[in-house]
Nanobody, 131 residues
Framework: QLQLVESGGGSVQAGGSLRLSCTGS????????MGWFRQAPGKEREGVAA????????GYADSVKGRFTISRDNAKNTLYLQMNSLEPGDTAMYYC????????????????????????WGQGTQVTVSS
C-alpha cells in the first residue's frame, strides 16, 4: 500500500508559478512510476505529467509542455510539479498518483491514455489561476 499526500496548491495570477509536492508513505516508493493528473469542474480528469522510477524518463500532456516540469526525490519519497507561466485554463484540482507496474510506456503513454495504470491516488490540491 502507498499513501500519497499533495501540497503546494493555491491561487496565483496568470503568468505566475507554483510548485506542487506529493509525499508518499509506504514501502518501495522508488519502484513506482509517478504522475500528476488534474480535473477541472465539469471536465474529465486528464493526465498532466509522469516520471519513471528515477529522473530521466518523463511524459507530458501537450498543453503543459515547456511550462511544467515533473521531478522526484526518492530519498525524500517526494514527487514535484513545477508549474510556470500558469494560465487560467490550468485551474483544477491536481492529484498525484502512483503506478505499481512501472514501465517507460506507463510514463509516456499511460499518463495520457491509460489512467488505470495508476492505482494509488492522493486527495488532491487545488490550483486556481486568475486572469
Amino acid at each position: 500500500q502507498l499513501q500519497l499526500v499533495e501540497s503546494g496548491g493555491g491561487s496565483v495570477q496568470a503568468g505566475g508559478s507554483l510548485r506542487l509536492s506529493c509525499t508518499g508513505s509506504g514501502a518501495s516508493y522508488d519502484s513506482y512510476c509517478m504522475g500528476w493528473f488534474r480535473q477541472a469542474p465539469g471536465k474529465e480528469r486528464e493526465g498532466v505529467a509522469a516520471i519513471y522510477t528515477t529522473d530521466g524518463v518523463t511524459g507530458y500532456a501537450d498543453s503543459v509542455k515547456g511550462r511544467f516540469t515533473i521531478s522526484r526525490d526518492n530519498a525524500k519519497n517526494t514527487l514535484y510539479l513545477q508549474m510556470n507561466s500558469l494560465e487560467p485554463g490550468d485551474t483544477a484540482m491536481y492529484y498525484c498518483a502512483a503506478a505499481p507496474r512501472c514501465t517507460v510506456s506507463t510514463v509516456v503513454y499511460g499518463i495520457l491514455y491509460r489512467p488505470y495504470d495508476y492505482s494509488y491516488w492522493g486527495q488532491g490540491t487545488q490550483v486556481t489561476v486568475s486572469s
